[in-house]
């Protein structure tokens, strides 16, 4: 039981360091899209 606990701890952490990792770049694409609309619209 214990190492099943282990097991899912460790689950649950690269779980949340992925969760992380995909915040970090919706929020470089986001701020990616934008300087690409800013760009169209000057045109």
């Given at each position: 039981?214990s190492?099943?606990k282990?097991?899912?701890?460790?689950l649950i952490?690269?779980?949340?360091?992925?969760?992380?990792?995909f915040?970090v770049q919706?929020?470089?694409?986001?701020a990616?899209?934008?300087d690409?609309?800013q760009e169209?619209?000057?045109?």
């Amino acid at each position: 039981m214990s190492q099943e606990k282990g097991r899912l701890e460790e689950l649950i952490t690269k779980l949340k360091q992925k969760r992380n990792e995909f915040r970090v770049q919706i929020h470089l694409a986001k701020a990616e899209v934008n300087d690409e609309w800013q760009e169209l619209e000057k045109k």
